[in-house]
């Protein structure tokens, strides 16, 4: 069975973008079943998080995905400022390559703890050390994961994490981050839509 991971961000866009990001995850995991897919986020989502990863599998799962990298459009009144006249809010989707394909993240440079998960996250948290932190010793960057069920499968989010953290490291280092990110943003709002949702309820809008 295909499995695929995605990654939804807001691109460095404004609280709007973010909001689109969480509502963006629950059209897709409701537009799955009907593509012959399953898609569920990795983790429990923040209410508005700047970025999400998501699993998609299945053996509908390339044609889903592919129809749905790129940038994505939606059109709707700003939920945090009413009076606003913006109504396109754009956010990115890209897929996640396997950790194993990056020569900057080698395995031997991982540090992994296991620990007690905390918080909200299903009747395992607190009941197993589940959890675990992986710290990349070159970089000092840290990435935890505590949603999934068992600690291989939150290594395997963890390092996830941490290839993303370094993705956006490099991304830092090559211009000033402010820059950067708004960079991003334009380059989204200049790209050309592969698909267009509007409305609260995030339907698919007309011709998509």
Same mark, same amino acid.
């Given at each position: 069975?295909?499995?695929?991971?995605?990654?939804?961000?807001?691109?460095?866009g404004p609280a709007?973008?973010?909001?689109?990001?969480?509502?963006?995850?629950?059209?897709?995991?409701?537009?799955?079943?009907?593509?012959?897919?399953?898609c569920e986020p990795l983790e429990a989502p923040d209410d508005d998080p700047p970025s999400l990863l998501l699993r998609v599998a299945g053996p509908g799962a390339e044609a889903f995905v592919q129809a749905r990298t790129g940038t994505i459009l939606w059109t709707g009144q700003s939920p945090f400022r009413p009076t606003h006249k913006r109504r396109n809010w754009f956010v990115g989707v890209a897929r996640v390559l396997a950790t194993d394909e990056s020569e900057e993240l080698r395995d031997t440079d991982i540090d992994y703890q296991a620990m007690r998960a905390s918080g909200p996250g299903g009747q395992h948290v607190n009941k197993t050390d589940s959890a675990v932190r992986a710290t990349h010793r070159p970089t000092g960057l840290v990435a935890m994961s505590q949603e999934q069920r068992s600690q291989h499968a939150n290594r395997r989010v963890a390092r996830l994490k941490l290839a993303?953290?370094?993705?956006?490291? /490099?991304?830092?280092?090559? =211009?000033? %981050?402010? @820059?950067?990110?708004?960079?991003?943003? /334009?380059?989204?709002?200049? =790209?050309? %839509?592969? @698909?267009?949702?509007?409305?609260?309820?995030f339907r698919l809008a007309a011709g998509r």
């Open positions: 069975m295909s499995e695929i991971i995605l990654h939804l961000s807001a691109g460095g709007e973008c973010r909001w689109v990001v969480a509502r963006l995850a629950r059209a897709f995991a409701r537009e799955a079943p009907t593509c012959d897919a399953t993303l953290l370094l993705a956006e490291r /490099r991304e830092a280092a090559a =211009g000033e %981050a402010r @820059r950067a990110g708004w960079d991003r943003n /334009r380059a989204l709002e200049r =790209g050309n %839509a592969v @698909r267009h949702y509007s409305g609260p309820d």
